[in-house]
């Protein structure tokens, strides 16, 4: 069964990407405002969107390359997931290679987030989004990060 994977070329440098994907300034201004923790390999960041939580662990950084991570804890809060902690034991891998001028391109995997997982739909879906947003913030210095995605529909 295939995991999901999307690949995207952002008009950015990778070391504006690497640093989106790498510091806590990034990660809030793309994925979730309510993001902290240890930002070294080794570290754990801890994401919030509303009840549902990701903890990830930092298992390699390569500045500018690749950035992986390991999901050690998760609680998906969303109507018919029964299975909260789906993610748990899942890796995200994001490489980076430079694509013409100023310009990245990024692969994605998301191993282990497949078809048979209850939140496979709800979590593509949530990873077009957020990485669309991490396009815009790089791009423009503004993503739609969950606070604002949460904001925005109020």
């Known amino acids: 069964m295939s995991h999901y994977r999307q690949t995207l070329v952002l008009e950015a440098p990778p070391a504006v990407v690497y640093a989106a994907l790498t510091t806590l300034y990034g990660l809030r201004g793309w994925w979730t405002r309510e993001c902290e923790g240890a930002t070294e390999a080794g570290g754990t960041l801890h994401f919030r969107f509303g009840h549902t939580r990701k903890d990830m662990r930092i298992e390699r950084l390569d500045p500018g390359r690749e950035v992986h991570w390991l999901c050690t804890g998760a609680h998906i809060e969303a109507d018919g997931i029964a299975r909260k902690g789906e993610w748990v034991g899942t890796r995200l891998v994001f490489?980076?290679?430079?694509?013409?001028?100023?310009?990245?391109?990024?692969?994605?995997?998301?191993?282990?987030?497949?078809?048979?997982?209850?939140?496979?739909?709800?979590?593509?879906?949530?990873?077009?989004?957020?990485?669309?947003?991490?396009?815009?913030?790089?791009?423009?210095?503004?993503?739609m990060p969950y606070e604002l995605v949460a904001e925005a529909a109020n």
């Open 95 to 143: 490489r980076l290679a430079p694509d013409g001028e100023g310009r990245t391109r990024v692969d994605f995997e998301h191993f282990g987030l497949v078809p048979a997982l209850e939140c496979y739909g709800l979590c593509r879906s949530g990873w077009h989004h957020f990485l669309d947003s991490l396009r815009q913030f790089v791009q423009t210095g503004r993503g």
